[in-house]
């Protein structure tokens, strides 16, 4: 459902300018800024294609193009650049009206000081060192949630910056609006995994609504035979199925089941255009197992997904799945399941019930049954296997009672130091950044949640941006953490987010 998720999308290129120049430079200056946005599209790392529009110089114009950004459907954000000087007073109408994310591509046409021919026609025409000032002190002055990206336009850095905002900025416009369902409702008694619907639809855009079970059972009900015969042909295809499992083995019912039930939660999501949802083991009247391949599988196809009622961890791994989508790896729900204290170095098994995603998967997963602990249902048909190793972070999102503070934390993902032959859960194995005790007392002291959105595609400046856009608190644990600063950043926070929310 992801492939091709930015195609329809754009990103306005916006220059500004004012009428001092006369016509000749102006005309220069559209030439450049065309030039710039042929290269940004011509690039492999930007996945939104750009827009260039005509430069304004005037408020009114400012104020025009910033309500047409709103207005238009498509628009993901706007890449603003002062060529030349731009008073920035005349920008500050639009501003205001603007709603939509907001990048200063702080660059310059020249790369070089012409030294030799350099005159007053070159520094007039070339102003971006002062005239990105003058819009940046309004930025700041505005308070504007904004990206900056400095550098000259055609350096590797400067476009990957660009492009990881981009694809941030489509992952908030894909939460907009989006609809995420809660089969049953929270896990009892459990805290992280609640929150303040109504704060997040205000925040993130995004709605969280409950149904009850009875409901997603109809959908599993209706489900054909031809439908289950064309999925389980599509699992002895993509996966190795135990023995059990396979055609005429003792437990092929209960894969037969879990192919329903795949197909119900896929055409309930479906008619209901929803982009993630959320299950609880507590809450499965009428189901007969657990879902858990078909959990998987929808992850895979980029739904978001959270257990045991968790909404805000659904929502931030369809986030997470937008803004990684087309890049090599993958993103999962996952869960700090069990420690390995060792003298080689301390590490983490994250892992869940089920519900892992496969697209973080190292080699093709198993499919096989095993009984469930807890839940007293029917032994639930999952998908095992090791995750990639590599560069990975784990996110997560908590709802502080007054605000929302995502929380990031790189690490590294390992192999398994031995097979894990009676371990029936796919699992991760990681060593968090800066070293696990540093990592997991600054998790704690953040209030991490036990669920987290775990991904191999994105590093925390996708995070960073997301953050940036929605106007939440960003807490980043990595090599650089210390718990000395970090405690006095958390308090800051506190204050900072106090006093600029104030009654809101
Ligand atoms: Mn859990």
Not at 177 to 190: I, L, P, Q, Y
Not at 274 to 286: A, I, M, P, W
Not at 348 to 376: D, F, K, Q, R, W
Not at 416 to 442: C, G, I
Request: proline share 4%; aromatic share 10%; with cysteine.
């Amino acid at each position: 459902m992801l492939t091709n998720i930015f195609d329809p999308l754009e990103v306005w290129f916006v220059v500004g300018s004012q009428q001092l120049y006369g016509p000749d430079a102006l005309a220069q200056v559209a030439q450049n800024a065309a030039t710039i946005v042929d290269a940004l599209n011509e690039s492999t790392q930007l996945s939104v294609k750009v827009h260039y529009k005509p430069i304004v110089t005037t408020p009114e114009k400012v104020h025009n193009i910033c309500l047409a950004a709103n207005g238009e459907a498509n628009c993901v954000g706007l890449i603003c650049w002062m060529h030349t000087f731009s008073p920035a007073k005349m920008w500050i109408t639009g501003l205001k009206a603007l709603r939509k994310p907001l990048l200063q591509l702080h660059t310059q046409f020249n790369r070089e000081i012409p030294w030799s021919s350099i005159d007053m026609d070159f520094m007039n025409l070339n102003q971006t060192a002062h005239g990105g000032r003058e819009f940046g002190y309004l930025g700041s002055r505005m308070r504007l949630q904004r990206k900056i990206v400095v550098g000259h336009w055609q350096d590797a850095d400067v476009l990957t910056q660009i492009g990881t905002w981009m694809r941030a900025a489509a992952a908030w416009h894909d939460a907009q609006g989006a609809r995420f369902a809660r089969f049953g409702d929270n896990m009892r008694e459990v805290a992280v995994t609640e929150g303040d619907k109504v704060s997040a639809q205000l925040q993130f855009g995004i709605s969280v609504s409950a149904y009850g079970l009875g409901d997603l059972v109809g959908y599993v009900e209706g489900v054909t035979n031809q439908a289950i015969t064309d999925l389980l042909a599509i699992y002895e295809e993509q996966y190795t199925l135990a023995p059990t499992l396979q055609v005429d083995g003792a437990e092929r019912a209960a894969l037969v089941e879990a192919a329903r039930i795949e197909l119900g939660i896929q055409s309930f999501l479906s008619d209901g255009s929803f982009k993630g949802f959320t299950t609880n083991f507590e809450n499965l009247h009428g189901l007969v197992q657990l879902p858990g391949i078909g959990v998987q599988r929808l992850m895979a196809r980029g739904y978001g997904f959270g257990a045991e009622g968790d909404w805000k961890t659904a929502a931030l791994l369809r986030a997470m799945k937008v803004m990684g989508a087309g890049l090599e790896g993958g993103s999962s729900f996952m869960e700090d399941y069990t420690y390995h204290f060792s003298s080689q170095g301390n590490k983490v098994l994250g892992a869940h019930m089920l519900e892992i995603c496969p697209s973080i998967a190292a080699e093709t997963p198993n499919v096989e049954v095993h009984p469930l602990s807890i839940g007293g249902k029917a032994d639930p048909v999952r998908l095992v296997f090791d995750a990639q190793p590599g560069p990975a972070l784990n996110a997560t999102i908590i709802d502080l009672g007054g605000r929302f503070r995502l929380i990031v934390n790189t690490v590294e993902v390992v192999a398994p130091e031995a097979p894990l032959p009676n371990l029936p859960v796919a699992r991760a194995l990681w060593q968090p950044h800066p070293s696990f005790n540093v990592a997991v007392t600054a998790w704690i002291l953040a209030g991490g949640a036990h669920h987290t959105g775990f991904s191999l595609s994105l590093n925390p400046q996708y995070l960073d941006d997301f953050a940036e856009i929605a106007n939440i608190e960003y807490v980043l644990i990595d090599q650089d953490t210390s718990l000395r600063h970090l405690k006095k950043e958390l308090h800051w926070n506190d204050l900072y987010y106090h006093l600029a929310h104030g009654l809101i």
